[in-house]
């Protein structure tokens, strides 16, 4: 039942995806009126973005769970509009009237690799994880115009999240299917390369990496594969935690060998190597671990010379001016809260707080994953798979429970007048018209772009 009071409330939430759809949907039932300010045509985040699209299950499953939350009679989508670009924080803050804006605006900015002046090489040599993905995810879509990159034998990737094993994976799938296409005249599909794994393909071609006249590619990680955060323990205790290490160094050589990359632990970038402005390599360090604890040994250097960097170093959320930032992190009243300092009304929820989902543990874990698991399913129950699901269900039950919170917030603040009503509605109707926007339905059908596997299947 909708309580008329509530409606007498306008709430903006920034960013429409796992976090902003779960905010509003909550909100929406309540009866309050929320607008969403979603900067793409979707409002999948990196679930369309980030998600590589080999993920096909799990990305149409999340996808229509948002679309399920944000096809509501209460609730505003107002896509194409980026708040900071299109409209100033502070106009939305001081002008637009809403009781409360929720920033769901996730993680997008890669973190800087820690090489100096390294970002002059960007697109010509150095790849950030976002824009690799971007590009892997669309690339084959027939109007695609974005970014455009040719992964190169003896690529370097620095990472160590589960997401640096899907940007190996991708790559070297790239690699492989490049090279069999050229050397060997063999098409074989993305999807069968990442189901089998490119050892087994390879191995029932009776191939080599060498035959097809490539290296492959190397992960350089500043810790170890048991640091990996590839399996959650199942509690705090001594014994889970050690399985947990046992389970994430099994699970990454499992990795490197059926996707045939090399890894290199222990080992942080410290210079790049250029010659006549172009990246030729970079130089490392080794560190060591006493009692977990990180100590670089400067000293210690190898050189690897390659063309190409991947930094796959994990994402933080981009600044809007107007909001405060303490270095790269938002702001916020106390810590673990979601209260945006400075301001009585803004609040923010999911990866914006930190951005520190390659990091953070899901409190909700599956099953132990045993031995046998890794073995039999490991191409098939994908580690990655299994995180996400479990992280984005944290998101979701995270802000379940800030929800009540936010929404005591609201009921504290005053009732809005109608005019003030109205003029959100006429704003957001004619950003609305200016794209030819006429329902949730009809817009997401017409901007969700065609799927490889759809592609494949015609
Ligand atoms: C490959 C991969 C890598 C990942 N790496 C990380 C990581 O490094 N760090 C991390 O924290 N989590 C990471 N995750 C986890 C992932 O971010 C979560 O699973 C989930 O997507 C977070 O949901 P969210 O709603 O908080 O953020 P998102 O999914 O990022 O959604 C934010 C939404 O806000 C929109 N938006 C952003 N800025 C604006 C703006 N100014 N105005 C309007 N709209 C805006 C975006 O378009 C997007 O739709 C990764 C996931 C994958 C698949």
Same mark, same amino acid.
Not at 226 to 253: G, H, W
Not at 304 to 332: C, R
């Given at each position: 039942?909708?309580?008329?009071?509530?409606?007498?409330?306008?709430?903006?939430?920034?960013?429409?995806?796992?976090?902003?759809?779960?905010?509003?949907?909550?909100?929406?039932?309540?009866?309050?009126?929320?607008?969403?300010?979603?900067?793409?045509? +979707?409002?999948?985040?990196?679930?369309?973005?980030?998600?590589?699209?080999?993920?096909?299950?799990?990305?149409?499953?999340?996808?229509?769970?948002?679309?399920?939350?944000?096809?509501?009679?209460?609730?505003?989508?107002?896509?194409?509009?980026?708040?900071?670009?299109?409209?100033?924080?502070?106009?939305?803050?001081?002008?637009?009237?809403?009781?409360?804006?929720? +920033?769901?605006?996730?993680?997008?900015?890669?973190?800087?690799?820690?090489?100096?002046?390294?970002?002059?090489?960007?697109?010509?040599?150095?790849?950030?994880?976002?824009?690799?993905?971007?590009?892997?995810?669309?690339?084959?879509?027939?109007?695609?115009?974005?970014?455009?990159?040719?992964?190169?034998?003896?690529?370097?990737?620095?990472?160590?999240?589960?997401?640096?094993?899907?940007?190996?994976?991708?790559?070297?799938?790239?690699?492989?299917?490049?090279?069999?296409?050229?050397?060997?005249?063999?098409?074989?599909?993305?999807?069968?390369?990442?189901?089998?794994?490119?050892?087994?393909?390879?191995?029932?071609?009776?191939?080599?990496?060498?035959?097809?006249?490539?290296?492959?590619?190397?992960?350089?990680?500043?810790?170890?594969?048991?640091?990996?955060?590839?399996?959650?323990?199942?509690?705090?205790?001594?014994?889970?935690? +050690?399985?947990?290490?046992?389970?994430?160094?099994?699970?990454?050589?499992?990795?490197?060998?059926?996707?045939?990359?090399?890894?290199?632990?222990?080992?942080?970038?410290?210079?790049?190597?250029?010659?006549?402005?172009?990246?030729?390599?970079?130089?490392?360090?080794?560190?060591?671990?006493?009692?977990?604890?990180?100590?670089? +040994?400067?000293?210690?250097?190898?050189?690897?010379?390659?063309?190409?960097?991947?930094?796959?170093?994990?994402?933080?959320?981009?600044?809007?001016?107007?909001?405060?930032?303490?270095?790269?992190?938002?702001?916020?009243?106390?810590?673990?809260?979601?209260?945006?300092?400075?301001?009585?009304?803004?609040?923010?929820?999911?990866?914006?707080?930190?951005?520190?989902?390659?990091?953070?543990?899901?409190?909700?874990?599956?099953?132990?994953?045993?031995?046998?698991?890794?073995?039999?399913?490991?191409?098939?129950?994908?580690?990655?798979?299994?995180?996400?699901?479990?992280?984005?269900?944290?998101?979701?039950?995270?802000?379940?429970?800030?929800?009540?919170?936010?929404?005591?917030?609201?009921?504290?603040?005053?009732?809005?007048?109608?005019?003030?009503?109205?003029?959100?509605?006429?704003?957001?109707?004619?950003?609305?018209?200016?794209?030819?926007?006429?329902?949730?339905?009809?817009?997401?059908?017409?901007?969700?772009?065609?799927?490889?596997?759809?592609?494949?299947?015609?």
């Amino acid at each position: 039942m909708i309580d008329n009071s509530s409606k007498k409330h306008y709430i903006a939430i920034i960013g429409g995806s796992i976090s902003g759809s779960e905010a509003a949907f909550i909100l929406a039932e309540k009866g309050y009126r929320v607008v969403i300010f979603e900067m793409n045509s +979707l409002p999948y985040g990196k679930i369309e973005d980030g998600l590589p699209k080999w993920h096909i299950n799990l990305r149409n499953k999340q996808e229509q769970n948002i679309d399920q939350k944000l096809n509501h009679e209460n609730i505003r989508f107002v896509p194409n509009v980026k708040i900071g670009r299109d409209i100033s924080f502070d106009d939305l803050v001081n002008n637009w009237g809403f009781t409360v804006i929720i +920033l769901a605006n996730g993680a997008w900015k890669d973190r800087d690799l820690p090489v100096n002046d390294i970002n002059k090489f960007i697109d010509k040599g150095l790849i950030y994880q976002n824009a690799l993905l971007y590009w892997y995810n669309h690339k084959h879509e027939p109007n695609y115009n974005g970014p455009d990159f040719n992964i190169k034998d003896g690529t370097v990737v620095i990472g160590g999240g589960l997401s640096s094993l899907d940007v190996m994976k991708l790559g070297m799938i790239e690699l492989v299917q490049n090279a069999l296409l050229k050397h060997k005249g063999l098409d074989i599909d993305l999807f069968t390369f990442e189901k089998k794994g490119i050892l087994k393909i390879l191995n029932e071609l009776h191939l080599t990496l060498k035959d097809l006249k490539l290296k492959g590619m190397q992960l350089v990680y500043r810790r170890n594969a048991a640091d990996m955060p590839l399996k959650t323990p199942r509690d705090n205790s001594k014994e889970s935690i +050690l399985k947990a290490r046992e389970v994430s160094d099994k699970l990454l050589k499992k990795y490197a060998e059926n996707f045939m990359f090399q890894f290199i632990p222990l080992s942080s970038p410290l210079e790049k190597i250029e010659n006549n402005g172009k990246l030729e390599g970079v130089i490392f360090h080794k560190n060591k671990l006493i009692d977990q604890k990180l100590i670089p +040994l400067k000293e210690d250097t190898f050189k690897i010379e390659t063309t190409m960097v991947i930094s796959s170093i994990g994402s933080l959320p981009e600044k809007i001016i107007g909001l405060p930032y303490d270095y790269s992190i938002l702001k916020m009243k106390n810590k673990n809260g979601y209260k945006v300092s400075g301001f009585t009304n803004v609040f923010a929820i999911g990866n914006a707080v930190t951005g520190k989902g390659n990091i953070r543990e899901s409190k909700k874990h599956g099953a132990d994953m045993t031995n046998k698991i890794i073995n039999e399913h490991l191409l098939k129950e994908d580690a990655i798979e299994i995180w996400l699901k479990n992280y984005n269900e944290n998101i979701r039950s995270e802000v379940q429970e800030q929800m009540d919170e936010i929404e005591a917030e609201i009921q504290s603040k005053k009732i809005m007048p109608d005019i003030v009503i109205d003029n959100i509605l006429s704003k957001t109707k004619k950003l609305q018209e200016k794209i030819g926007y006429k329902s949730y339905e009809s817009w997401i059908l017409s901007k969700t772009p065609i799927r490889l596997e759809d592609m494949l299947n015609k």
